[in-house]
């Protein structure tokens, strides 16, 4: 069975959506870190939490033969992190971020479904999150860039 950190304090073990329950985890430790310690400290959090994953992910698959188990979610939360870090900070950005990523990782689109379906290993389950993580953040910051425009235009 993946320990605390592949299920991400244990939420990858819950019975309906793991993927959704860890990111959710995720994006309100996440939201708290760049809040109350620094936007730094998540880049950090999120480069550790990515190299060790893959080396655990590695050593789980490699015991059990199990690829991509669905309670694995530490790569849901360096997804998420990657998407906060890239879309900055206001509840906004981090609504955004979620939802963003979550759609991503569900309907995986173009390269982060040949990611998903053709690299096997740590990489191969951390890799399709990553970049689902870096879209969700570009797509965050111009939604929020956009609305932002709106309401000045709107306003003025």
């Not at 950005?93 to 569900?106: A, E, G, H, L, P």
């Not at 379906?117 to 939604?143: F, H």
Request: with cysteine; net charge negative; hydrophobic share 50%.
């Amino acid at each position: 069975m993946p320990n605390a950190f592949l299920t991400f304090l244990y939420s990858g073990l819950a019975p309906k959506a793991p993927g959704t329950a860890g990111s959710l985890l995720a994006v309100i430790l996440g939201a708290l870190i760049i809040q109350y310690i620094s936007m730094e400290t998540l880049v950090l959090l999120t480069i550790l939490f990515t190299l060790m994953g893959v080396k655990q992910i590695n050593a789980y698959e490699a015991s059990s033969g199990n690829h991509d188990d669905s309670r694995i979610v530490i790569d849901e939360v360096v997804g998420v992190w990657i998407a906060l870090i890239l879309s900055s900070g206001t509840l906004q950005q981090i609504f955004f971020s979620f939802v963003f990523f979550r759609i991503f990782d569900i309907w995986k689109p173009s390269l982060i479904g040949k990611i998903d379906r053709n690299v096997k290993g740590g990489w191969g389950v951390m890799g399709d999150d990553m970049l689902a993580g870096l879209l969700a953040g570009i797509c965050s910051a111009g939604t929020f860039q956009l609305f932002e425009y709106v309401k000045s235009t709107l306003l003025n």
